[in-house]
């Protein structure tokens, strides 16, 4: 059964930092490239940040230099963290493994988490 788990969203004032976690099973974090989305109210899905199978990274222009994203093979997890956040950053965010990077970039991930709710005041 696959699944992916997302946690460590909250509420945070401007300028603070979370952790976002997402933890999967029925399938190995490593085999795909993985993603982190966001989904603010009235506004399209965005694509945070990819961290591809070479280990390689990329942001979005808005979460160059604040945020960062990071794997842990052996606990099947990929990791999210967020600094200097800002009231802009409030979404929904969701974990994602893509087929590819392509498939991340066009918004058609093979697995989706259920995302995990951050505001920022």
């Known amino acids: 059964h696959v699944q992916l788990v997302e946690s460590g969203g909250g509420s945070v004032q401007a300028g603070g930092s979370l952790r976002l976690s997402c933890t999967a099973s029925g399938f190995t974090v490593d085999a795909f490239d993985m993603g982190w989305y966001r989904r603010a109210p009235g506004k399209e899905c965005e694509l945070v940040s990819v961290?591809?199978?070479?280990?390689?990274?990329k942001y979005s222009e808005s979460a160059k230099g604040r945020f960062t994203i990071s794997q842990d093979n052996a606990k099947n997890a990929v990791y999210l963290q967020m600094n200097l956040l800002k009231p802009e950053d409030t979404a929904v965010y969701c974990c994602?493994?893509?087929?590819?990077?392509?498939?991340?970039?066009?918004?058609?991930?093979?697995?989706w988490g259920q995302g995990t709710q951050v505001t920022v005041s």
């Open positions: 961290i591809s199978t070479d280990g390689s990274t």
């Open positions: 994602a493994a893509g087929g590819s990077l392509y498939d991340l970039q066009r918004v058609r991930p093979k697995y």
